[in-house]
């Protein structure tokens, strides 16, 4: 692989040296001065806005229009393994989602991208199993040209970012996310790549947010840090134009970018956040789509190789994939189901039955007290989940193995830990967590009996909590049990059978 080496001095020059793209006067309509976002299809005026990839202030409006080259850019964000179709949910599924890009590319042959803004793989039985395998070669069928490295990359270490970058014929980027021993940039990623459309060179950049780390088990982030995005998206796009550039993308793992990037590129695709953007800040469409595959951004822009200008066209949030009675692609499909054997067998067990809709409140009630069940056998007296790693509702009727593992993705360690009373009530006082068997508000544990704080006791909770340094305990004594605490709920269903969902209110 190549290395790709951005020290700061670089990252200096960028900034001091070279400075941003210059911007084209004229051809910019309203919506290039404010921002722009619906719950519905929305798109900007094809001639909206316009920069300069070179120092050239002519106006691409003097050339002849047989110049100008339309390229199109579609982007998928946080689609974390929802390889299948889930009409319910509104999520087409990948082998769908690959006849659409398909019908982009015919629509604009030579002049399509088709990139990924993060958290492709983690979140499904079908893509857990696979630990990514199943959508990494999937996204190969589909023609991806990059993808951003998102957090949830990271959540089976970097063994699997590896293994599938092995996998990919695409390359996977990150250019602020630094191996402490080196200083350098993860040897696993780049910080950008070029490509090539119809003679002109197109820049792509990644990046994710700076604090991300924190959203990540601490001992599979331990040999990384992610450093200032803005910093090493200027430096990387300074790069690119050095290189030839006629126009940068960046791709941006988190819910906003740092404004002093947008003037050195052309166009942004967000993610992380699971929002709908599409907005344009001085002259730069920001994008992002939901979630799951439940949308698509595309933006398109408009390349004059006689002036190197380039004008903003269309953007939007394509969210109307559903309806537009996409079959599904062959070649896909035959991906996926040359992985059916090792999935379906634990995905489509039948589990139990669910009386009425549960929610992620109750299935988070669920999960802790299935865990204190377990712990009880270590003596723990007190169960703790995180919030966050409640990912979905499970609906009401038949419940399989493949709908848990999709509400409680994350392969979290159930740890016991020993904690002084005064320690636990630090833990009982971040309202951030699922509990079971204390109250947070009084201090007492359920049996009405008082937490002291100078007794020492245990409890159970998952290590994406027990390794964050927030919740106090006695680390050299804590037990890794190697449960996981979807397995827990899983038995928990089959020894009910029936489950009513308000018995966890």
């Not at 941003?20 to 798109?43: A, F």
């Not at 907005?279 to 595309?298: F, K, T, W």
């Not at 269309?314 to 062959?330: K, P």
């Not at 193995?401 to 409680?408: D, F, H, K, Q």
Request: proline fraction near 3%; aromatic fraction near 8%; charged fraction near 15%.
């Amino acid at each position: 692989m190549k290395k790709f080496i951005l020290p700061l001095l670089l990252v200096s020059v960028a900034l001091v040296s070279c400075g941003p793209t210059t911007s084209s006067s004229s051809l910019i309509s309203s919506s290039s001065s404010s921002s722009s976002s619906g719950s519905s299809l929305s798109s900007s005026s094809s001639s909206s806005s316009s920069s300069s990839s070179s120092s050239s202030s002519s106006s691409s409006s003097s050339s002849s229009l047989t110049d100008n080259t339309t390229l199109d850019f579609y982007a998928l964000n946080d689609f974390h393994g929802a390889v299948a179709y889930n009409q319910s949910n509104k999520e087409p599924g990948i082998n769908r989602l690959a006849t659409y890009f398909d019908q982009r590319e015919t629509a604009n042959p030579g002049g399509t991208v088709i990139l990924s803004a993060g958290d492709m793989w983690q979140g499904s039985a079908d893509s857990n199993i696979t630990h990514g395998a199943l959508v990494t070669d999937c996204m190969n069928a589909m023609n991806f040209d990059a993808m951003e490295i998102g957090n949830h990359e990271f959540d089976w270490t970097d063994t699997y970012i590896y293994a599938n970058e092995q996998r990919a014929n695409f390359p996977f980027l990150g250019a602020n996310i630094i191996n402490i021993a080196t200083d350098q940039i993860a040897d696993f990623a780049q910080p950008y790549t070029m490509i090539e459309r119809q003679g002109i060179h197109i820049g792509i950049l990644g990046i994710i947010g700076d604090s991300l780390e924190s959203s990540i088990l601490p001992s599979a982030i331990a040999n990384y840090e992610f450093k200032s995005s803005a910093s090493y998206a200027i430096a990387a796009a300074t790069a690119l134009r050095q290189e030839g550039a006629n126009i940068v993308i960046a791709l941006n793992h988190n819910g906003t970018i740092d404004d002093t990037i947008l003037p050195y590129v052309n166009a942004v695709f967000n993610g992380h956040s699971h929002t709908l953007q599409n907005e344009v800040i001085d002259g730069v469409p920001e994008m992002q789509a939901l979630y799951n595959g439940r949308a698509v951004s595309h933006v398109s822009l408009i390349y004059n190789k006689t002036d190197d200008t380039v004008m903003l066209g269309t953007h939007e949030v394509v969210q109307n994939l559903m309806s537009l009675n996409l079959t599904e692609a062959s070649d896909v499909q035959a991906i996926y189901d040359s992985y059916k054997p090792m999935i379906d067998p634990i995905k489509n067990e039948v589990v139990g039955t669910l009386t009425s809709e549960m929610s992620e409140q109750q299935l988070g009630t669920m999960a802790v007290e299935s865990m204190l069940e377990f712990g009880a056998t270590y003596d723990a007296k007190v169960a703790f989940h995180n919030t966050g790693g409640i990912r979905a509702t499970l609906p009401a009727g038949t419940v399989t193995y493949g709908m848990i593992y999709t509400a409680l993705p994350f392969d979290n360690d159930l740890i016991i830990c020993s904690v002084t009373g005064s320690q636990l009530k630090d833990w009982l006082s971040n309202s951030g967590n699922f509990v079971y068997g204390a109250n947070r508000y009084t201090s007492k544990f359920t049996d009405g009996t008082s937490i002291v704080n100078t007794t020492i006791y245990k409890i159970i909770t998952i290590n994406y909590l027990s390794e964050n340094a927030s919740y106090p305990h006695d680390v050299a004594n804590q037990i890794n049990t190697h449960a996981l605490v979807r397995d827990l709920v899983r038995q928990k269903f089959l020894d009910l059978g029936t489950v009513n969902p308000t018995d966890y209110n």
